[in-house]
Each structure stands twice: as structure tokens, then as C-alpha cells.
């Protein structure tokens, strides 16, 4: 099945215009929403989870008209928010349970079967009768994983998955959520590059609520190659490197500043050519 987004567009009372126009068609996989903060992300991702309503527009998931048939949306989605705190004071296995009756799992056999393989999947099954106030960070998102999964979802929208999670944690969340997104459609809204670089096989970024590029994430990043040139540079020297050159990035390391900067011939003046990453295009379309 296919996500198909047309012409949507929200304004909220207060003016701020959150989306306009947006138009995207998602397949089945992983699909990377890039963007940085206000940038309209969650928003959309609200929208696309019949959470709050769009001022015009159309979403179409297969045959579900998404804005008007929010029950039968509700039957093929799973959605992980930004922040997943619920019920603290809760274990893992009594909230698994509790959302599983809310999905319509009477059958308590049943629902006990399907807890503890999703529970396990997640690799948190050991933990079940842990309250959910004591988890890490990286085992609330495997839990929010784990309560999304509830109901075997057609569609999947994680919104900030790996944000504050420690190395480990991030490489276990993207092993899972590689795993589901094989065959259904799974939509990562983020600001972390790496995420999407490291995941997904199409992205878009979207700015002050309209897409600006939407490829498939190889495509994308050749598009730049050639073009994308390095310099170690003194910290001091920045703010005049920044008149003269297509500035798309600066980054530390090692105690040394290094820039980054696009151009289609070589700039000379000690540059030299690097390999075109997921992020020197994101800079690019949001410079």
C-alpha cells in the first residue's frame, strides 16, 4: 500500500502557517521526513494519525480516505509520538495488555500471546513487570515500538525516534525499526540526519511547511557529488570564509573547525573534495 499525500495545507489560529501545499507519495518501507524544529514535521505526522485536522487537502492510504475515515485509519496504524511517557506508575506488561483491549483483543489467551512476542521482539520481556517510570530512555522508545506494533499495523509513524537515546540504543532502534519497515510503510520524521541516511531508501525535507526536495536518498546525495569541498580552518577565519564561499556546514573535531562548502569547480585556497553525505544536502536546501 501506498501513503499518498495531496495539496495539504494547516494555519493555526495564531497565523503560523504549519503546512502548505504539502504533496508526497510514500512507499512501502522506510521513509525519512527530514526537518528542523517548526519546520511543520509533527504537525504533518498529527495529521496523518487523524490527530488534529487539516484546514484542506487529501490523504489517501490505499483505499482509506485518511481525513474523513479516521476509524478505519485507526485499524492499519501504528504511532509512536515524540514524547512517550503514558502511565509511569504502570508495568510494561499491564500497559501492553490495556492498549491490546483497546485494539479489541478480548481473548485474554490471546492478548497474553501477542504481548509477550512483541514484548520479546523489543527485546523488553525480562523488563515486563517493570514500571514504565524507571525505563531508560532507549527502552520507552522499544516499548512505544512494541504498543505500535499492537494490532499487526499497515502504516507506522514514529515521530523523533532516537533523539536523547545513548549509541547503543540508537543502533538497536534502528535495527528495529529495519526490520518492521520490510514490508509495510513506515514514516520517520526527524532532525537527526543519520537516522534517515542510515534507514531509509526515500526522504524528504520539509521548511516552514513545504517540501523542498523529495528523492530517493541515493539519488539525492549524487546529485551533490563533486561538488561538496572540505577545509581545516582556524575558528577566527569563520565569519570570512562565510562571505566568500557557498557555506553549507561547519563541524568540530578534534579540537579543529572544518567546513564545509558547495561549489561546482574547485575552490583551490587549500580545499579539498569530500564524499557527498545525507547532510551536506540537507544544508544545502535549508541554506
Not at 152 to 158: D, M, R, S
Request: charged share 25%; hydrophobic share 40%.
Amino acid at each position: 500500500m501506498e501513503l499518498s499525500i495531496s495539496d495539504l495545507s494547516k494555519t493555526y489560529s495564531n497565523g503560523v502557517v504549519a503546512l502548505k501545499n504539502v504533496s508526497l507519495d510514500i512507499p512501502t518501507g522506510l521513509f525519512g521526513l527530514l526537518g528542523p524544529n517548526g519546520a511543520g514535521k509533527s504537525t504533518l505526522m498529527r495529521t496523518i494519525a487523524t490527530l488534529q485536522e487539516a484546514d484542506s487537502g487529501q490523504i489517501l492510504f490505499g483505499k482509506i480516505d485518511v481525513l474523513r475515515e479516521k476509524n478505519e485509519v485507526k485499524k492499519v496504524l501504528g504511532y509512536l509520538p515524540q514524547a512517550f511517557d503514558f502511565y509511569p506508575r504502570d508495568t510494561a506488561y499491564n500497559l501492553m495488555d490495556h492498549f491490546a483491549l483497546l485494539k479489541g483483543v478480548r481473548d485474554k489467551k490471546i492478548r497474553h500471546k501477542r504481548v509477550e512476542e512483541l514484548l520479546k521482539r523489543v527485546n523488553l520481556w525480562e523488563n515486563r513487570k517493570q514500571k514504565l517510570g524507571t525505563f531508560s530512555n532507549g527502552m520507552k522508545q522499544r516499548f512505544g515500538i512494541a504498543q505500535a506494533l499492537l494490532g499487526n499495523p499497515k502504516l507506522i509513524i514514529v515521530d523523533e525516534p532516537t533523539a536523547g537515546l545513548d549509541p547503543a540504543e540508537r543502533v538497536r532502534f534502528h535495527n528495529l525499526l529495519s526490520e518492521i519497515g520490510e514490508n509495510i510503510v513506515v514514516i520517520l520524521s526527524t532532525h537527526i540526519v543519520d537516522d534517515v541516511s542510515d534507514l531509509c531508501a526515500n526522504m524528504a525535507i520539509i521548511r516552514k511547511g513545504e517540501i523542498i526536495i523529495k528523492e530517493r536518498t541515493n539519488v539525492a546525495i549524487n546529485s551533490l557529488k563533486g561538488k561538496i569541498w572540505e577545509k581545516e580552518i582556524v575558528k577566527d577565519e569563520l565569519p570570512a570564509y562565510e562571505d566568500k564561499y557557498y557555506m553549507l556546514s561547519t563541524r568540530l573535531f578534534a579540537g579543529k573547525t572544518f567546513i564545509h562548502v558547495f561549489s561546482e569547480s574547485n575552490p583551490n585556497n587549500g580545499f579539498s573534495l569530500v564524499q557527498t553525505s545525507l547532510e551536506d544536502v540537507y544544508f544545502y536546501y535549508l541554506t
